[in-house]
């Protein structure tokens, strides 16, 4: 009896190289979409500085690139761990759909 989720053939639920490209799409589109609102949406900007100083005071401008750079890794891992989840979570149900 083989384990849910996995096939002899490496055709399981989780495995193969069409899963790859799908959590490499998803990374890449988070990573570029986060990248283009940090330069063109001034809202988003001021958001991230609000919530990377947080995690560090703000004394002079200078700290204003580390605050925005802490926010946007806060705010990126995020959405990652929510884009990955998705993915894994549609193959998954997709799978169980099918039979397969």
Do not use: H, W
Not at 19 to 28: D, I, N, S
Not at 56 to 85: C, H, K, M
């Amino acid at each position: 009896m083989e384990p849910a989720g996995y096939r002899l053939d490496g055709s399981g639920a989780l495995d193969g190289a069409n899963a790859m490209r799908q959590y490499l799409l998803v990374g890449l589109l988070v990573l570029v979409l986060q990248a283009a609102a940090i330069f063109l949406v001034g809202p988003y900007r001021q958001l991230l500085m609000s919530i990377g100083g947080l995690f560090g005071p703000a004394i002079d401008i200078a700290d204003i690139p580390d605050l925005v750079l802490g926010g946007a890794a806060l705010v990126t891992g995020v959405l990652l761990v929510l884009g990955f989840a998705t993915v894994y979570l549609v193959r998954r149900a997709s799978r169980r759909l099918t039979g397969a």
